[in-house]
């Protein structure tokens, strides 16, 4: 078979175009992109059918070791384990369409630890909070004093953090919640599934009285639509700039591994720890199988057994 001579930019386009018209979501689709501009930084514009076994584990190990992300660090393990899946997905699409040959085919994926669940504490919570109203200090050049102003986005990003407390939904979920999807009446919000739906899955969740009234004001408000959330400039919010507007949060509340994967973390444990049962949490998340609530299930009981030894008056009291 003769191998079609075709460079990197044009056939990982080919796979992303293939990648689009299998309905993947625009989230892997991104992902993709991302990996494209890395693999196009280190390797080059190469024909695909020039880039051997070498060439894949030098590319890892520079993600590992020298390529630093926007928060200044190295690609984790999971990151590393998902590019890997990107590279199988890319030379399994470009072999069988362009017949470029398989150099990922003996690559071993990254080892990825269980992600430890470590919620948020109260404390932590109430900082973050404060961090969007937080004033902007102003230092005039004319040689007025220091002033302070008001977050231009605080009323959006004080809405971001209860919406993600109060429901456990995930951030790409959030980013893709439409005016239409909310019935502020019945305190509730309709999450569109991602994609196939394979990972994400439709469902309406329920809001407390103080999302309720910051989702109403806000709405009333700004008038946002066709979507609920956007940036400054107008553009539709994703995970990536939900991502960043959380890390500047956490940095200006002093708050470490802000994330909104965490504010999801916290909303389980302090279900469970509210005598939540896992089968409806499970609903909630939109999780397909009790796998992960098993694991919030394990910190729950460890914090009512932590929290027995400290109180129980048997032990305390009893003295023989």
Request: proline share 4%.
């Amino acid at each position: 078979m003769v191998r079609s001579h075709i460079n990197l930019s044009d056939a990982f386009d080919g796979f992303i175009l293939a990648c689009q018209a299998d309905g993947q979501s625009d989230n892997t689709i991104a992902i993709y992109r991302q990996h494209k501009r890395l693999m196009l930084l280190h390797l080059g514009n190469v024909p695909v059918e020039n880039i051997v076994a070498e060439d894949l584990q030098h590319f890892m190990v520079w993600l590992r070791t020298d390529y630093k992300t926007k928060t200044g660090r190295p690609y984790s393990q999971k990151s590393l384990s998902n590019v890997w899946c990107t590279l199988r997905s890319f030379f399994k699409w470009s072999d069988n369409i362009l017949h470029t040959g398989r150099p990922d085919i003996d690559m071993k994926q990254p080892e990825v630890r269980q992600e430890e669940i470590v919620p948020y504490t109260e404390d932590e919570v109430s900082r973050l909070f404060t961090a969007t109203e937080k004033m902007k200090i102003a230092n005039p050049k004319d040689g007025r004093a220091s002033y302070t102003m008001q977050r231009a986005t605080a009323d959006r990003d004080e809405l971001i953090l209860i919406l993600l407390l109060d429901t456990g939904m995930r951030a790409s979920e959030l980013c893709r919640i439409r005016i239409e999807d909310i019935d502020i009446q019945n305190n509730m919000i309709w999450l569109v599934p991602q994609g196939s739906g394979r990972k994400s899955k439709g469902r309406p969740v329920v809001i407390g009285k103080k999302t309720r009234a910051l989702l109403w004001k806000y709405i009333n408000t700004y008038n946002p639509a066709p979507l609920l959330l956007y940036s400054r400039e107008g553009e539709p919010y994703n995970r990536f700039s939900l991502a960043h507007l959380l890390t500047r949060l956490g940095e200006r509340a002093g708050v470490n591994n802000t994330h909104a994967h965490r504010f999801r973390h916290t909303f389980a444990i302090e279900y469970l720890r509210n005598s939540g049962d896992i089968f409806t949490l499970q609903s909630i998340l939109g999780h397909a199988s009790l796998k992960m609530v098993r694991n919030y299930l394990k910190l729950a009981q460890t914090d009512i057994a932590t929290a027995h030894r400290r109180a129980s008056p048997a032990d305390k009291w009893y003295k023989k």
